[in-house]
């Protein structure tokens, strides 16, 4: 058996030094809010090229305190995409806004610039207040920021990035992230840097809203005399999966090069299949927290994959606008749906053997 994804084999590849750093926690008799996430937020930061990182709990929470942090408020309207995780909606909602949902573009799966507009438009001419726009790199591949960024600008209306997949992902040379006022990372187990537990991160270039995030994060604390002028969370990065993050992070370059050869070699193997491969937009460098196929006849291929030991997953089978959470408040959105049924991700992590990733490549092959 070839599981979707193996958080074990990550731990067992830095085993030593991760084995002494949460040895270093646990004598160090502080854990919460200490040295491990301080120089963790630091490092973090550099690593994708912005001015603040700040830990939080997971990564539904450093979408929802973002938003929050940038003056998103009970009512306001927040537009974002239906193929992705619930999470992304779930932060909106958690931040007391609505959801509004737009399509996405068939060949990256993001946020289609078109379908942005449109809807900003008519949120517009309803004279709805709109509180941020929520684009999300799924799979790995930038959403286009460009565009997304020009549009915002267009309206006033801030931006924050769901980068929660698209950690090592970058346009034109520059970390995603950069374009909206702050982008929202996770750390669940097996995201690109994957914490053993929750944790999660808000980058941002703007000071200001980086200690707003602070205070946020616990309880609206604003400074050392702990008094809240706002209402905040319990929400903090603790010290143990901060000491982890900062040694997996030392191999962060390396495991996304990692995803990248594995994509190559399965692009390769698929090229003559009648199965939709992923794409690249030009200048968009795939992190390839996932490797999904489009395919007409998904249900065959998923059984016979399973039935040969591989662990295949769907990304996403619901759409979000189609749970009964958020039922009735989108129109169709048809690439969306066809997306939902079409998608299908094979195992890819830095941990799979040429071994492995043979059979995976013959088990899909074989299936044609
Ligand atoms: C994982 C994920 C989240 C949520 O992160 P958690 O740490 O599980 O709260 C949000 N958005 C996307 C696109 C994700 O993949």
């Known amino acids: 058996m070839i599981p979707q994804a193996n958080p074990l084999a990550s731990y067992l590849a830095q085993k030593a030094e991760i084995d002494a750093s949460i040895q270093r926690v646990l004598s160090g008799g502080i854990y919460l809010l200490g040295p491990e996430t301080i120089a963790f937020e630091d ?36 537009v974002t995409v239906s193929h992705t995780a619930v999470a992304t909606a779930a932060a909106i909602c958690m931040a007391g806004a609505k959801p509004v949902f737009v399509d996405i573009d068939p060949h990256t799966y993001t946020m ?31 959403a286009d920021m460009d565009a997304i960024g020009a549009i915002a600008d267009r309206y006033g209306v801030p931006v924050v990035e769901d980068c929660a997949q698209a950690l090592g992902s970058s346009i034109d040379g520059t970390h995603v992230g950069r374009v909206g006022a702050a982008a929202a990372y996770s750390f669940y187990p ?49 010290e143990m999966q901060a000491a982890v993050l900062r040694v997996k992070l030392t191999a962060l370059e390396t495991n996304v090069a990692r995803r990248r050869a594995i994509a ?13 491969r992923p794409s690249s937009a030009a200048g968009a460098h795939h992190a390839f927290h996932l ?21 295949v997953a769907i990304h996403y089978a619901t759409p979000v606008h189609l749970h009964p959470v958020f039922a009735g408040r989108a129109p169709p959105l048809p690439h969306t749906e066809r997306a939902a049924q079409r998608v299908l991700s094979l195992p890819i992590y830095p941990e799979l053997s040429e071994d492995q990733i043979w059979s995976i490549i013959r088990a899909v092959v074989s299936a044609f």
Do not use: M
């Open 43 to 78: 490092e973090f930061a550099r690593a994708v090229g912005a001015g603040y990182a700040v830990g939080v709990a997971n990564g539904t929470d450093a979408l929802c305190l973002a938003l929050r942090a940038l003056g998103v408020r009970p009512g306001d309207h927040v």
């Open 112 to 142: 289609a610039p078109g379908a942005l507009a449109g809807v900003l438009s008519s949120l517009q001419r309803q004279s709805a207040p709109i509180g941020a726009i929520v684009p999300v790199h799924l799979y790995g591949h930038p």
């Open 190 to 238: 097996t995201k690109n840097l994957g914490a053993f537990g929750d944790g999660g991160a808000v980058t941002t270039s703007d000071s200001e809203v980086a200690k707003r995030l602070r205070a946020l994060r616990q309880y609206g604390w604003r400074d050392e005399a702990r008094i809240s002028a706002e209402a905040g969370v319990n929400s903090r990065l603790d």
């Open 264 to 276: 190559a070699t399965y692009d390769e193997a698929f090229s003559a299949l009648p199965v939709v």
């Open 291 to 311: 490797y999904v196929l489009g395919l007409e006849q998904r249900e065959e291929t998923r059984r016979h994959l399973e039935a040969q030991g591989i662990g």
